[in-house]
């Protein structure tokens, strides 16, 4: 029974009405069974109430934030036109469920407008998650217990930042299995296999990573999520020692891909899932782009696992280190004859461009429309998908975006410079 416990664990209850031909209203509730004291009550709409005038386009620039009590839905303030409001709902009280909660908000929107037709649709998901822990540590026998905790705290400091309360993909934040590999391959095996053990045993449909050559890879050196939350509920968070110990910013690197995944509830195989994450958006749909997951998880890093200082040489040596190249990274970029969202794993060490030079896009966008937004686009992107989910989040459609940064880029690296210590002293989290 086992397996179905935790089956229900999360439950994404998406309500639409319609009500004339220019006005809808849209109500997108995440409910969390597995934790009933945080749900995220997302309205996106328009006030129908005879407002006039503004009922054009969709407004998610005005943000409303509102803490409700189980009883306070009623006083839900639909006569604003054109808003986005992000209702927290913290429950003290154990014997109100994410249901009835629902249920007070549905029932208090249709008695403002009796004649709405009010669709509900609760499509299955996340019945993947059935390990309800956050965090499962395996450790290589090789690895010091120091290094081991550091590694741990890493992550953890990371997890803060972006997925603790009141994040609502927190419950799919879990089940993250952090593999700290050493330098000796059997002892790389034997903590593989530890952890492949476990994946059994909880009966994981999926298991992924269990190759007997698997933890080779992490014993020579780097980091990665080896598997997709979303479709098998769990995260494989490798880390290497090799050469650093512990290493913060790879730490936060993956930490941000489980933020990225974890924001998506209704996948239902890998393509979708690629393209959400933005996997999917070069000329070429049948290729793994890297420029949107890879540029945002090299810039929130960079912004968030040192001070000021550190943000700044890393995003200084996204332009002016030569990685594997003969010249520095701005340069080559500028040789690079495929556009950024072209750059894939299939090319070689040319990736390399699409994480640096990816981590001054977002900075770009950051600058432009500020941090918050980008949260806004990850925590919406699983309703309408990446292409959507940009241009409603950015204004304008990411290829169009990517011919501006070009031009930005364009800069002297000093002019460019400035741009970084305000987003560095705006940080939002
Ligand atoms: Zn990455």
């Known amino acids: 029974m086992k397996l179905y416990k935790f089956a229900t664990v999360l439950c994404f209850i998406y309500a639409s009405a319609s009500y004339s031909a220019q006005q809808e209203l849209t109500i997108d509730v995440l409910v969390n069974e597995g934790s009933v004291l945080e749900t995220l009550v997302r309205l996106r709409g328009y006030d129908t109430g005879g407002t006039e005038g503004e009922s054009g386009e969709d407004g998610i620039s005005a943000k409303n934030e509102a803490k409700l009590s189980a009883r306070a839905i009623e006083p839900l303030n639909l006569a604003t036109p054109a808003v986005e409001t992000n209702l927290f709902y913290r429950e003290v009280n154990s014997s109100t469920t994410p249901q009835t909660l629902f249920a007070n908000l549905l029932q208090s929107l249709i008695e403002r407008r009796t004649s709405i037709p009010i669709k509900i649709f609760m499509p299955e998901a996340s019945a993947e998650f059935i390990d309800p822990e956050i965090w499962r540590v395996f450790a290589a026998s090789d690895v010091t217990k120091d290094i081991v905790d550091e590694n741990f705290l890493n992550s953890q400091d990371a997890y803060a930042v972006w997925m603790e309360d009141p994040y609502y993909g927190k419950k799919q934040a879990s089940a993250i299995y952090l593999i700290v590999y050493g330098t000796d391959d059997e002892a790389g095996r034997q903590v593989n296999l530890d952890y492949c053990n476990h994946i059994r045993e909880t009966g994981f449909r999926e298991i992924l990573n269990c190759d007997d050559s698997d933890h080779l890879t992490y014993v020579q050196g780097g980091g990665s999520i080896s598997s997709n939350g979303p479709l098998t509920g769990y995260y494989k968070l490798n880390m290497s020692t090799r050469g650093h110990g512990a290493s913060r910013s790879m730490a936060f690197h993956e930490l941000f891909h489980i933020y990225?995944?974890?924001?998506?509830?209704?996948?239902?195989?890998?393509?979708?899932?690629?393209?959400?994450?933005?996997?999917?958006?070069?000329?070429?749909?049948?290729?793994?782009?890297?420029?949107?997951?890879?540029?945002?998880?090299?810039?929130?890093?960079?912004?968030?696992?040192?001070?000021?200082?550190?943000?700044?040489?890393?995003?200084?040596?996204?332009?002016?280190?030569?990685?594997?190249?003969?010249?520095?990274?701005?340069?080559?970029?500028?040789?690079?004859?495929?556009?950024?969202?072209?750059?894939?794993?299939?090319?070689?060490?040319?990736?390399?461009?699409?994480?640096?030079?990816?981590?001054?896009?977002?900075?770009?966008?950051?600058?432009?429309?500020?941090?918050?937004q980008i949260y806004q686009f990850w925590e919406a992107v699983d309703k309408e998908g990446f292409s959507e989910t940009f241009i409603r989040s950015f204004g304008k459609d990411y290829k169009t975006y990517t011919e501006e940064f070009d031009a930005w880029l364009q800069q002297p690296n000093d002019e460019l410079y400035l741009f970084l210590d305000p987003l560095f002293a705006n940080r939002v989290r």
């Not at 996948?267 to 979708?272: E, K, L, N, S, V």
């Not at 890879?294 to 700044?312: H, P, Q, T, V």
């Not at 495929?338 to 750059?343: P, Q």
């Open 260 to 372: 990225q995944l974890s924001n998506v509830f209704t996948a239902f195989d890998q393509y979708q899932l690629k393209n959400k994450m933005g996997k999917r958006s070069g000329d070429n749909l049948n290729v793994d782009v890297a420029w949107w997951m890879e540029g945002n998880a090299d810039f929130f890093a960079a912004l968030y696992s040192g001070d000021a200082d550190n943000f700044r040489w890393a995003m200084q040596d996204a332009l002016e280190g030569y990685g594997p190249f003969s010249q520095p990274r701005k340069a080559q970029y500028f040789e690079e004859t495929e556009k950024l969202y072209n750059l894939s794993w299939n090319q070689g060490d040319t990736v390399d461009l699409a994480y640096r030079i990816g981590s001054w896009f977002v900075a770009y966008l950051v600058a432009e429309h500020g941090e918050e």
